[in-house]
């Protein structure tokens, strides 16, 4: 055990000390985990809402679709999204592969699933009395997907916490779509594999695993605490009123 | 598209070619998945059952341990590890650093979280009345566990069907423990890591179509297991 000891005893002074690499690294980490879930949950979320309260045909298997997806290796979600990527290929003409702009691309795609189907499935949990009241009532589709987002909140907040710790933790897609290019497009996650593979620099792998570590602590735990908060927070829906 | 069309008329050769570097990857991925879900398994069920269906303190401590974990990025536990390995770590002597031993020890420890953290939930999802009426009529320990498990098997299920799918996907570990060594101890999905790398985009594509196959059948296979409510009996002896 000494050693491992020594080792996080090297890793210490590299965090404290305000390393600019780590500071970097952990800023497009932020970046990576913020703009994926975000332009993920604007994209999912009302797809979610209409597989979960939608009464079309189709609705099953476009449910099942969203969990099949969730299932998918992200390498290989990482090399489909780079060919399409590449200058030869359909999106070519973006010019964003081995960009951040292509992890941001490839980090949304995976952290969809996670927004669609958990939401789709909190959803279809609620019971169903509530929102056949609700239709009863009047409550227009708007309304209807309001109500059912703010009472099936723990769910949702649920699929947000999913999505975020996949982008916080991913490092297959990152490496292959990005390039995982030190000081730019490098995540905590993938700089972890970097260091140890490519310069068996351990104190700095160390240093920055514990530095995810707390970052992954700290998103998680916030979203988790207002997840549980049931009466504290109110999101603030106007809903049939 | 006609990228697309390139890569693909290289990339489905390969598959039926018998290429024997692709079907020892196919192999080595097979062997790692299931001796990683399986000891994962045996290690965590117990664990799973008694946080799920024990009563002492520090149970709920437990659980939330549990499902912190699952929430721990792999190349962290591949970090980790890998410390342990290295000749001057702690388990140095044993000569496990880049070798197949430990891709299977880093999917093993990966896999344990799914089990301990799934079951334990899916125990605890069982009507309280059951258990209860059991130890009412006496039954043991044994018996309580194994008809927990009879009972929650969809839940049991879902929870093995989890590790497998994160030891078939899963790179961050096993590139840092395994080194991703070219035709040693590679999996599929390190695999493609490797050839998107190299920039073999058709190879990543041929090995990516091999593993969603593989996926689909391994994972299909248990989730029609978990569906036939009826149909196949898990023969536990039981509260007979």
Request: glycine share 12%; no cysteine.
């Amino acid at each position: 055990m000494g050693y491992l000891w020594h080792e996080l005893r090297s890793a210490f002074p590299l965090i404290t000390s305000g390393n600019a690499y780590i500071l970097s690294v952990t800023w497009v980490t932020i970046k990576v985990a913020l703009v994926s879930t975000g332009v993920a949950l604007v994209l999912g979320l009302p797809i979610g809402l209409t597989i979960g309260l939608g009464r079309f045909r189709g609705r099953r298997a476009l449910h099942v679709l969203a969990n099949v997806s969730l299932a998918l290796p992200p390498v290989l979600v990482g090399v489909v999204v780079l060919i399409f990527l590449l200058p030869q290929g359909l999106f070519g003409g973006l010019r964003i592969e081995f960009t951040l702009r292509g992890v941001y691309v490839a980090q949304t795609i995976l952290a969809l699933p996670y927004i669609v189907a958990l939401s789709a499935a909190a959803i279809q949990a609620l019971p169903p009395g509530l929102l056949a009241q609700a239709r009863v009532l009047g409550a227009g589709r708007r309304q209807l997907s309001l109500l059912a987002l703010r009472e099936a909140k723990i769910g949702v907040i649920a699929a947000v916490i999913a999505a975020l710790g996949s982008a916080l933790s991913e490092v297959g897609a990152v490496i292959i779509v990005g390039g995982n290019i030190e000081n730019y497009d490098q995540t905590l996650a993938s700089a972890v594999v970097a260091q140890v593979s490519n310069y068996a620099d351990y104190p700095n792998a160390v240093a920055i695993g514990l530095v995810l570590l707390a970052l992954i602590l700290v998103l998680i735990g916030v979203l988790t605490v207002l997840q549980q908060r049931t009466g504290g927070i109110q999101l603030r829906f106007r809903t049939s009123t | 598209m006609r990228l697309w069309w390139e890569e693909l008329k290289v990339a489905v050769p390969l598959i039926f070619h018998g290429n024997p570097y692709l079907l020892s990857i196919i192999w080595f991925t097979v062997q790692v998945a299931v001796v990683a879900t399986v000891v994962a398994a045996a290690i965590g069920l117990p664990i799973g059952l008694t946080i799920g269906l024990g009563r002492f303190r520090g149970r709920r401590v437990l659980q939330i341990l549990a499902n912190a974990s699952l929430g721990l990025p792999p190349v962290l536990a591949g970090l980790f590890l890998f410390l342990l390995f290295v000749p001057q770590g702690p388990l140095g002597g044993y000569n496990l650093i880049l070798s197949k031993k430990a891709v299977f020890i880093a999917q093993t420890l990966l896999a344990l979280p799914y089990i301990v953290a799934l079951t334990a939930a899916a125990v605890q999802g069982l009507p309280p009345g059951l258990l209860a009426q059991a130890r009412a009529l006496g039954a043991g320990r044994a018996q309580l566990y194994a008809l927990a498990v009879r009972e929650a098997r969809i839940g049991v299920l879902a929870a093995v069907i989890a590790a497998l799918g994160s030891a078939l996907s899963e790179v961050g570990a096993i590139v840092i423990v395994g080194g991703n060594v070219y035709g040693f101890d590679q999996t599929l999905a390190s695999a493609i890591l490797f050839d998107a790398n190299a920039a073999r985009y058709a190879q990543a594509i041929a090995i990516g179509i091999v593993l969603i196959g593989l996926i689909l059948i391994l994972m299909g296979g248990l989730g029609v297991l978990q569906q036939r409510g009826g149909g196949i009996r898990l023969r536990f002896r039981s509260v007979t």
